[in-house]
Structures are given as C-alpha cells and as structure tokens.
C-alpha cells in the first residue's frame, strides 16, 4: 500500500512535497527580485555618472592640473563655473571662435580656485544648471518597484492557482466519453459465451429498458467480472460500452486512493454526480480490489483513507439515494479479498465468472485474433488450440503476435506452423539457448528427459508427451512437454500419482544409467514439485490412509484479513504421521520409475542416441520408437488396438 501512495503521491499536482518546492520557488524568485532590485540601483549610479564619465573621455576636456597649469601661464580668457555638475567651460587664448569651450571637472570644494581666476584678471562667472538626477533617480526608482509589483502579482496568481488544484483534489479522474466509440463489439470477444449472454441483457436494457420496466424488472445495479488475469474483463467492458453506445466512465480502483484522508470519497461523489447528469449510463471500475478490500483486515488495522473511499462507494452504490439509470461495472481477479458489504445484492447483483476457455473458445479466440495476419493454408487453428489447454485469451494472442514476429524475422511471406510452434516454446519454457556440444553433460541432459518421458509414457493415466528436447530454454537445460487430451478438470489420485512418478523419472534416469553417486542437482525442481503435490494428497485431498480430513487450510497471506496467528491444524503426532505418509507416496513413486527405466534399459539408450543427434523429438515421433524398440509398449497397443476394436463392434 505504500508503494501504490508513493506512485500516487507523483501523479498529484501539488503534495507536501511540491509544496516545498513551491517554497523553494517563491524563495528564488524573492532572491532573484532583490538581485534585480541591486542591478537597478547600480544602473541608476552609472547613468547619473554617465555625463561626468563622458566628459572626462571627451576630447573638449581638461584635467584639473592642466587648466590649473594654462591658468598661471595666463592661457585662459574666460572661466564660467557650473555649480550643479561642479564643472567648468573654459576658454584658452589659443582656441579660435568657432572652437568650443574647454570642459573641466571640478572637486566638490574650490576654496583656492577663484581667488587665483580674480588674480588673473580672467573674465569669471558662476552659473546653476537644471539638475535632472534626482528626476531620473525618482524614475528608476518608480521602474523598480513597478518590478517588484509585478513579480509580487505573478506570485499571487502562481499561489491562487495552486490553492485552485488543491480544491480540485476530490475532482474525479475518470475519463467521460459521451459515446464510447471503443471500436469493440461483441464479435470481436470470442471465448466466453457464457459471459457475453450475461452481459447482452445489461446492453439490451440500456437501448430498451421499456422492455424489462413494463413487467416490472429493474436494472441491476452492478455486475462483477472475477476472472483470472488475461481472460478479458476489460475487454469485455470495452465490448459493452461499443455495444450500448451510452456515456461511458472508466476509471482504475487505484485513482480513488491519495494520500490525504477524504479526497478518494470526495471522488467518488463526484463520480457519481456526472453519472446521474448522463444517466443512464456505464461507470466502468477496473481493478476495484484496490478500493474494495476488506475493511479492518491486516495487522495494525485498515487504511483509513481507502475505507472511507470504500464506505462512500458502498452508499453510492446503494444508500438512502437512489442512483437508477447507473451501471456500475467492475472487474477483479481477487473476488476474496473483497468487502461483503460490496458483494452484497444491490450492489453487485451479478458476478460473472470470466474464467480460461475451453477449446472452442480458444479455437474462437485464435479466429479472432488471426483476422489481421498472414497465416499459411496449412496452419491449423484447432490443432493449435488443442494444444494450448490452460492459455488465457491474452496468451493466445500473444502467441499469434510472436509467431508474426519470428515469420518477419525470417523474412517469410505467411505465419507457418514452424513458427507457432517456436512461439509456443518460447511463450511455455522461455527464449531457445545455445545447443551443448557433444559431450557428457548433453548426454546426461538427455537421458533425463528421456526419462521423464518414457516413465509418463508407461503410466496409462499421464497425459500423452508432446515433445522431448535437449535445447536449453529459460534456465532448464532440457525440457519434455505433456498435452492433455481432454480440459483441465477433476484429476484422480492415479493421475496425480502418474504426474509424482514421471516428475522422478529424470532422477530415476540419472541413477540407472550413471549410478547414485553420478546424479545432479537438475532434478531439484521436480523434486520440489513433487512433494507439494504428495503434501496436498496426505493434507488436503484426503488421499491417503489418514482419512478424509483437511488437515491444513487455504494458504492466504495476513493482509487479505482473517486471524493472523498461524497455527497448526492437526496436533504433533500427525504431523509426523503426515511426514511419513509423504516419504512413502515419495518412495513408492521413485521406486516404480526405477523400475520402469531398468525394464527398458535398451530402448532408453536407443532413444537418446537418437535425441542427441536430433536434439528435439516430437511426441508422434517419440511414440513410434518407443513401440519399435520397447516390447513391452507395443505389446499394450496391440492389446488397446484389440479392445478398442472389440468395443467398436
């Protein structure tokens, strides 16, 4: 929570800490108007004194000694002396009429001066000019503080506006379209049938609500999409909003939150407000876990500030007012952590369960997304969905994406299955390595995957392997993938047996061939896996001898609510009971796989000749060498070939 009040505390125009850098302006700005104020008064100093300097440089001038010295050599005919600028004209005998007078610049005292003109007998006057310095200072004085009251109302404005977006804190931030042309419409969301009939209605009662109110139906005042992520909820409300074509309000369950307490509340009434101006209307919350949480959950308690935004919300939603005509549509992937009080009906009347899709929908997906690409005739969109199980709509279209990529990469023309299939490994297992040289280390690397493979394959419960490869990818050397048949569902305890022993069979691979003291840390993954599925067997699954009983619950982190003092569920002897259970689903899993290896020690090394000259066999080709050299498998397909065609007849 304070990671997200940090990133918040960003997006505000004015914080504590913007405030300080207000300061921090105002300070500079104060600094910079008294250097301006001290540059004028420096200026104003230099202009009064201009015409004495020009005097001095002029070439009409005279030191004081030199006239002093013209003056004892009876050079001078005429002195007039100016009392305002202290400077004297004087006119040397030497000069002609047409020249004009010589200026000097006098000392402010010249006690000493007019007594030796007298002597001379030298024609002397005394003369006041019209003094414009203390004009001109009074008007550059008047310039500066026109200055300064100019850069004092800038500072008034700059501060009206900043207090104008503090009040604009409780503004909401959500982004209005009178007609939310989103470019999506129901045919563009493929997948989730289910969900899109649901939604249909919220459409069809916002273009004809006449249809529902004459029978006496009212419009639900919320609908909840829980999904996992990438299964299209917010594409869903896009499709909604394209489809009813009503004002739309999108805005994210983390823009309601800030820092101060009361501006997420103050947000959601004004909302609301917009809302109720452009009903009927959409209003579109994506993510609402990050305001909807639990109240009072976690240690130390709740967040104020998101409570308040949360009790707001729920009043809104529905309270003492009414808000008919609004359609709140919100989006989670965390339907748990939520508020009941928010689940509740008139509130959330619906909850639409956007889950992954099926293979029709996948092969829709697929459809929809292949629509703007080049796609060779010979790809097949339903054997690629058949061998994506468990892909969310945003991985499928990743995946058309990154097989477009590799096809402009490669300088081809259409999207091969070459390329979806690499796009699919790089998607699963992560970005293809740099092949191992011939050597023992690829040799080992293949015997356990080998193993892993041949193992499942013997197991009739195990879904069938879809390819074996020794070529590193991600950070795991080699990899052996398994498609299922039929959809991800209910798994029985042989078929999770089947997965733990196959997960040993690069172990039990390892130790056949090279012996105990030769295997490697690379199945310590496998292993970690294994003894969670054997736990979750023995704990929760009831699945072994110490009866049908939940025996640890749902692991959920402290802050989701709830107690959080962990304790135990079982007492100390069945926990030891339960480690013994664990040891012997373990033992007895390795022990099989040992088995199986040792039983098809010939054709384990036949195959991984053959995969480390390859480095990638695929699942048909795997099988069809398994049958050619391991008697016992293809003597259980001609024994399933016969009871398949029994069956038939």
Known sequence: MENCQI???????????????????????????????????????????????AQQKSENTLSYSQFLEKLENDQVTKVEIDETTSTASVVLKEQSQDDPPREVVLFERNQDLIPKIRAKNVDFSITSSIDRSTTIGVLLNLLIILVLLSGLIMI????????????????????????????????DVAGIEEAKEELQEVVTFLKEPERFTAIGAKIPRGVLLVGPPGTGKTLLAKAIAGEAGVPFFSISGSEF??????????????????????????????????????????IGGG????????????????????????????????????????MRPGRFDRQVIVDYPDMQGRLGILEVHARGKKIAPEVSLEAIARRTPGFSGADLANLLNEAAILTARRHKEAVTMLEVNDAVDRIVAGMEGVPL???????????????????????????????????????????????????????TKAKILATITSTLGGRAAEEVVFGRDEVTQGAGQDIQM?????????????????????????????????????????????????????????????????????????????IVDILVEQETIDGKEFRELLAKFSPVYGSSQKTDRMHSLLSKS
Request: aromatic fraction near 6%; proline fraction near 3%; hydrophobic fraction near 40%.
């Open 7 to 53: 990133e918040k505390r960003a997006e505000l125009e004015i914080t504590p800490v913007s405030k300080l850098s207000n300061r921090k302006q105002k300070k500079k700005k104060a600094t910079s108007i008294g250097r301006l104020a001290a540059g004028w008064m420096i200026l104003q100093t230099l202009f009064l004194a201009t015409p004495t300097l």
């Open 156 to 187: 008034l404005r700059r501060s009206a506006n900043a207090s104008g977006q503090a009040l604009s804190f409780g503004k909401s931030k959500a982004k209005f379209q009178m007609e939310a042309k989103t470019g999506i419409q129901f045919d």
């Open 257 to 298: 939150v800030e820092m101060f307490v009361g501006v997420g509340a103050s947000r959601v009434r004004d909302l609301f407000k917009k809302a109720k101006e452009n009903a009927p209307c959409i209003v579109f919350i994506d993510e609402i876990d990050a305001v909807g949480r639990q109240r009072g959950a976690g």
């Open 303 to 342: 967040n104020d500030e998101r409570e308040q935004t949360l009790n707001q919300l729920l009043t809104e939603m529905d309270g003492f007012e009414g808000n008919s005509g609004i359609i709140v549509i919100a989006a989670t992937n965390r339907p748990d952590v939520l508020d009941k009080a928010l």
């Open 437 to 491: 040289v011939d050597s023992k280390s690829k040799r080992l690397i293949a015997y356990h995957e080998v193993g892993h493979a041949i193992v499942a394959t013997m197991l009739p419960s195990h879904d069938p392997v879809e390819k074996v490869t020794i070529i590193p990818r991600g950070g795991a050397g080699g990899l052996t993938w398994f498609t299922p048949d039929e959809e991800m569902g209910l798994e």
């Open 530 to 606: 294994l003894t969670n599925l054997a736990r979750k067997m023995v704990t929760k699954f009831g699945m072994s001898d110490l009866g049908v009983l939940a025996l640890e619950g749902q692991d959920q982190p402290v802050f989701l609510g709830g107690d959080s003092s962990s304790r135990n569920e079982y007492s100390e002897e069945v926990a030891s009971q339960i480690d013994i259970r664990i040891r012997n689903i373990a033992f007895d899993c390795f022990a099989k796989a040992k088995s199986i290896i040792s039983e098809n020690r010939v054709t384990v090394d036949r």
